[in-house]
């Protein structure tokens, strides 16, 4: 292997005669072509798009093609491009789009292409120079990186500023392997040594004595020594598989954590935590947000018994990765990624407590996408006790969809500090905000969120009214029962639409109860001799609405209505009469679950 | 005028004084600091500006010191080193920019100025600025400097050009030498001293600025697995060597050399290779932030001293990772600092606050790290531990404090009397292991130096195994020698020219 056979080192192109025309050039100019396109078509398509796979084919094709016909080829690299046999087999005179230039920068003058290549090794290559060729590949060291793909057959050439010289990537997969093999079969092959001998004769200082007996003395107190046992055996094995990336991330953010918590040294404590905060930082960069979640909840386990001033200082590294700045860019991510399992996200914003209540709430005016956006709200409702004003802030946004969302956290969180917000989002221009803010409002067992639901009657939009109605249930302070009254007893009652009309008088009986009942017979026994057809409407939607109330009276009332002439009036006085009762919320108000959602007009 | 005195030919004459020292010498520090800012200045400003001149008086007064002593002022660079009068000097924190004046000295190819006591006017001016003026882009810098020397006529400062480094020279297949075994132990013993050279930069990068090129330091491991991929038992020879004067950087070098080895005895990849050799190298990258005083000192430790000591893999974890984000490298390479007097039993340093389970990378490179200290006895124990006994020790602590598992992947690596081993046969001859025999780690490879009587011959041989040595009379190790006792130096018959001495004379002596 340590032949050299690569060609002098001297890159200067040496055009020679007959570079046109020659079979062998040509091919060589083919394959340099299809390389280039090879590896920018695998660094502008995701894998699971079929043109890598297609390009990978066609680079295989070409060099084995090449391969077959001609044998061993090496290219010299410029900073220009490559060569062959002295003659430039691909020329650009930037560093942009310049394969060549990739290897040349790292310090690799040749690269030798050899018979006996497989599509496997082909792909690992294109991997390496499309990491190396795409933007994010800057850091990336070619000759590192080709080095450990392990390419048999595709060998490099490189100068070394740590070498000073000249090396060659000598060691092939087998001689790496023979180490591994011998020892795994001279294991099988020896039984091991099982003398016995005497321990004092062992501790008998370090000279003197027979050394073979006290070995196998001490090989008899460790065991076999040189036969693998099968577990043995297997934990090999399992050596051979590659450590996934975020086992050895973890590893090394679990050593920081395990330095804080086990260090007693204040300033060495603090360094670690300083360490886990860039990584914070860096993790957000990068979009490792399993990293940032595995140091969130890193600064979240610390032990009960560790000092207050370790304690504040873990306290103050969650407040800093609370920075508004960490939350756009987890938008942007959430954004960019919509199918992902929000289930982890969850846990990681809900893991900041009420520290960053107000950047995850700004959240919601740049999330796109509704699960991720319902997250969000999830997130606030189980962490916004604490900070009610701090979302409830977000009812004077001007976007109609945050304020929307924010009052069905606040509907969630309940208690009596909401009640403020949502009054004003009652009354917010848009409708999806109000209606919003009505579902809130159902969920809030108290009189101020009764009232405020009140105002809804006289919203402008029909829906919203029809929904309020369908909202209320039982009154027990008398507000709702003489709001509906104020309202039946309006003029224009015949001028309601039906659907509107029967849930008014629904919502008045439900509020109302047995006390509902007078007026609600007054209205069902209306026949006025003008206008009887008019009051028709009025009169089967409160039979109806009697259902609510049914007291002895209203029964018998129900039942000589239930024998009128009116076969309209009598069905809706024996329906009545079957009716059981359920409560208001679950007649016809679909009940919506928490969180959110843009519905009509979101964009 | 007095004839010039400039020697591009031959390779400059240093002064034969091989001694380094811990600290820079008094007088060397002020003469290159004010040498490296009068070069400086004379680059930027004429002879006539204030700020060259106040320059080239400070250099003037550290020279005046110099010579007051009766002395040259003799400044020479090889090998990556300054010695000034012959005292090798150390890039600590006070020679910080000798890393800066070292680059000058290489992009000249310029080994060596001597300025000889109270040299004729002018002279120290022109030559300042002829090394400011120079062409550095130039084919052959140093002929054109040395032409310009010859021009102006300089007697009083003399040039001498940049020699090989002495591991090119090793490596360089001199003429004559075909034999291939030669050949392969030269470029083995190149890629050694390389290693310990890349580790002591980047110890005085992460020193200096917390810092370091990771693709360098990944390159010389991927070196190193190749390297014993296909001649293990020739670095392992190397690894013998223990009397460096940076005893440190060897030290991680060893390390990583074993690590290897028995990371490719468990079968692991290239990927998880590089990852193991680069968490041995930096595996006591936690001693830069210790006083270096503490680390090179020569008597036992005392309470206060472990103190500090045990603080190493605290602070090693915590520079790796200050270096950058962690990756996989980086993690790998803190579990290593970390872990590794972390023992399986849950006894060591540092203190715990939970038991945890060691890495695999962690668990080789602590036996590593416990084999090499031991032998080399200039880590935590000042008095080395023959390599038998530190192997039988190791065996002995092997299922409480060790993987038993990678235990049996050491010794097939270094057999049960390890390379190095001064031993008495069975027939009465006494002989240094020189290759240890992965079949048999009882039955190594031994080079026999006095025969039963007592004469001393060089014969190898390898022993048989211990199942035919019961049943027949042949010879077999009967007992470990101490070398000191028998009067014996093993580097007469293993690692042979490539003692430290040796090491010196080639890197200080053309």
């Known amino acids: 292997m340590t032949e050299k056979n690569f060609i002098d080192f001297d890159t200067t192109p040496q055009p020679k005669n007959a570079a046109t025309g020659d079979p062998c050039m040509a091919s060589v100019v083919e394959f340099c072509s299809t390389w280039e396109r090879a590896v920018k078509t695998v660094c502008l398509y995701p894998p699971t798009n079929p043109r890598p796979a297609e390009f990978r084919q066609k680079f295989f094709d070409a060099l084995s093609k090449h391969l077959d016909a001609n044998g061993r080829f090496v290219l010299v690299t410029t900073d220009k491009g490559f060569t062959y046999d002295g003659n430039p087999a691909c020329e650009r005179q930037n560093t942009e789009d310049n394969l060549a230039y990739i290897l040349f920068r790292d310090g690799i003058r040749e690269i030798a292409f050899e018979p006996g290549v497989d599509r496997d090794e082909t792909d690992r290559f294109l991997t390496v120079m499309a990491e190396a060729f795409s933007a994010a590949g800057v850091a990336v060291d070619v000759a590192n990186r080709l080095w450990e793909a392990g390419l048999s057959h595709i060998r490099h050439y490189t100068i070394d500023r740590v070498v000073n010289g000249t090396y060659i990537n000598a060691a092939s997969e087998a001689q790496l392997e023979s180490r591994h093999r011998s020892f795994v079969i001279n294991a099988k092959k020896t039984p091991g040594e099982a003398d016995t001998g005497d321990e004092s004769q062992l501790l008998q200082g370090p000279y003197g004595g027979k050394q073979g007996e006290r070995f196998a003395y001490v090989l008899n107190v460790f065991g076999d020594v040189v036969g693998l046992s099968q577990a043995e055996q297997a934990e090999i094995a399992s050596y051979a598989e590659p450590e996934p990336e975020s086992a050895?991330?973890?590893?090394?953010?679990?050593?920081?954590?395990?330095?804080?918590?086990?260090?007693?040294?204040?300033?060495?404590?603090?360094?670690?935590?300083?360490?886990?905060?860039?990584?914070?930082?860096?993790?957000?960069?990068?979009?490792?947000?399993?990293?940032?979640?595995?140091?969130?909840?890193?600064?979240?386990?610390?032990?009960?018994?560790?000092?207050?001033?370790?304690?504040?200082?873990?306290?103050?590294a969650i407040i800093s990765a609370g920075d508004p700045h960490h939350f756009e860019r987890l938008t942007q991510y959430l954004n960019a990624n919509p199918q992902?399992?929000?289930?982890?996200?969850?846990?990681?914003?809900?893991?900041?407590?009420?520290?960053a209540l107000k950047p995850i709430t700004a959240m919601l005016s740049t999330l796109e996408h509704r699960a991720a956006r319902k997250m969000v709200c999830d997130v606030l409702a189980t962490n916004g006790r604490e900070g009610v004003d701090l979302i409830g802030a977000f009812v004077y946004d001007k976007r109609w969809y945050v304020v929307r969302n924010v009052a069905i956290v606040l509907g969630e969180i309940g208690g009596e500090r909401v009640i403020n917000y949502l009054r004003k989002s009652a009354s917010h221009h848009d409708k999806r905000v109000r209606l919003g803010t009505l579902k809130a409002l159902k969920k809030i067992t108290s009189p101020d969120a009764g009232r405020i639901m009140l105002q809804f009657l006289k919203d402008s939009d029909r829906d919203l009214r029809l929904k309020a109605l369908k909202s209320i249930g039982g009154d027990h302070d008398g507000h709702a029962t003489s709001e509906l009254q104020s309202l039946i007893d309006q003029p224009d009652l015949t001028d309601n639409d039906p659907e509107e009309l029967r849930e008014l008088l629904q919502a008045y009986a439900r509020a109302g109860g047995a006390k509902a009942a007078g007026k609600l017979l007054a209205l069902a026994k209306r026949s006025p001799w003008f206008g009887r057809r008019r009051w028709l409407p009025v009169r089967l939607a409160a039979i109806q609405a009697l259902g609510w109330c049914r007291s002895g009276p209203v029964a018998a009332e129900l039942g000589i209505l239930g024998r009128h002439h009116n076969r309209q009036i009598a069905q809706a006085a024996q329906q009545a009469l079957r009716f059981k009762s359920v409560p208001a919320d679950q007649t016809s108000v679909p009940v919506q679950t928490n969180g959110d959602t843009r519905e009509e007009g979101d964009t | 005028m007095m004839r010039l005195v400039v020697s591009h030919v031959e390779p400059p004459a240093i002064p034969p004084a091989t001694s380094t020292s811990a600290e820079p010498s008094i007088l060397a520090l002020p003469v290159l600091k004010a040498l490296f800012a009068a070069w400086r200045a004379a680059g930027v400003y004429d002879e006539n500006n204030n700020a060259y001149k106040s320059r080239r008086q400070e250099l003037t007064a550290a020279l005046a010191a110099v010579f007051a002593t009766g002395a040259d002022c003799v400044i020479t660079y090889q090998n990556d080193y300054f010695f000034f009068n012959g005292q090798r000097l150390n890039y600590d924190r006070e020679f910080s920019f000798g890393r800066s004046l070292a680059g000058r000295f290489t992009n000249l190819q310029l080994g060596g100025i001597t300025i000889s006591v109270n040299p004729p006017p002018g002279d120290l001016d022109q030559a300042l600025l002829a090394l400011a003026s120079c062409d550095v882009r130039a084919e052959r810098p140093y002929e054109l400097l040395a032409e310009t020397w010859t021009k102006l006529g300089l007697t009083g400062v003399t040039i001498t050009p940049l020699a090989p480094k002495t591991s090119e020279r090793l490596a360089m297949e001199q003429p004559g030498d075909t034999d291939p075994i030669v050949l392969r132990k030269r470029r083995a013993h190149a890629l050694f001293h390389r290693t310990e050279s890349v580790v002591q930069e980047y110890w005085e990068h992460v020193r200096d600025r917390n810092s370091f090129d990771a693709s360098a330091t990944r390159r010389i491991v991927h070196q190193l697995i190749d390297t014993i991929a296909n001649d293990e038992e020739m670095l392992l020879e190397f690894t013998?060597?223990?009397?460096?004067?940076?005893?440190?950087?060897?030290?991680?070098?060893?390390?990583?050399?074993?690590?290897?080895?028995?990371?490719?005895?468990?079968?692991?990849?290239?990927?998880?290779?590089?990852?193991?050799?680069?968490?041995?190298?930096?595996?006591?990258?936690?001693?830069?932030?210790?006083?270096?005083?503490?680390?090179?000192?020569?008597?036992?430790?005392?309470?206060?001293?472990?103190?500090?000591?045990?603080?190493?893999?605290?602070?090693g974890a915590l520079t790796l990772a200050s270096m950058r984000h962690i990756d996989a490298q980086i993690g790998t390479a803190m579990a290593g600092a970390f872990e590794h007097h972390l023992r399986m039993d849950g006894s060591g340093y540092p203190t715990l606050s939970r038991p945890r389970e060691l890495h695999l990378y962690s668990r080789i490179i602590m036996l590593c790290d416990v084999f090499d200290a031991m032998t080399a006895g200039r880590v935590y124990q000042k008095v080395p531990t023959p390599p038998d006994e530190a192997m039988k020790r190791i065996v002995y602590k092997g299922r409480q404090w060790y993987d038993p598992l990678i235990l049996k992947a050491f010794i097939n690596v270094l057999g049960l009397f390890p390379v190095g081993t001064l031993a008495r046969l069975s027939d009465g001859a006494v002989a240094v292991v020189t290759h240890n025999v992965p079949d048999d780690p009882f039955a190594p490879e031994v080079l026999i130096i006095r025969d039963r009587d007592g004469n001393p011959i060089r014969s190898h041989l390898r022993l048989k195994a211990r199942e035919t040595t019961a049943a027949e009379e042949t010879i077999h190790i009967a007992e470990i020698l101490d070398p000191k006792v028998e009067g014996i130096n093993i580097h007469d018959y293993i690692a042979v020219n490539y003692r430290s001495e040796d090491r010196q004379d080639q890197t200080t002596i053309s």
Not at chain 1, 309 to 315: I, P
Not at chain 1, 340 to 346: H, N, P, Q, R, V
Not at chain 2, 243 to 264: L, Q, R
């Open chain 2, 240 to 315: 013998t060597l223990k009397e460096f004067d940076d005893y440190t950087y060897y030290h991680s070098v060893n390390v990583a050399i074993y690590s290897i080895a028995v990371g490719m005895r468990l079968g692991l990849g290239r990927v998880r290779l590089t990852q193991l050799g680069m968490a041995a190298l930096f595996h006591d990258i936690g001693k830069v932030k210790l006083p270096q005083e503490l680390i090179r000192k020569p008597e036992e430790f005392d309470e206060n001293d472990w103190a500090q000591i045990k603080r190493h893999p605290t602070l």
């Open chain 1, 248 to 316: 050895a991330e973890q590893l090394g953010l679990g050593i920081l954590f395990e330095i804080i918590r086990g260090t007693g040294d204040a300033l060495i404590q603090n360094d670690a935590i300083n360490m886990t905060e860039r990584q914070f930082e860096h993790a957000v960069r990068v979009d490792a947000w399993d990293m940032a979640r595995w140091i969130m909840a890193g600064w979240q386990s610390s032990p009960s018994d560790i000092s207050p001033n370790l304690q504040q200082r873990l306290q103050s």
């Open chain 1, 340 to 355: 992902m399992d929000l289930t982890e996200m969850k846990q990681f914003l809900e893991s900041f407590g009420a520290t």
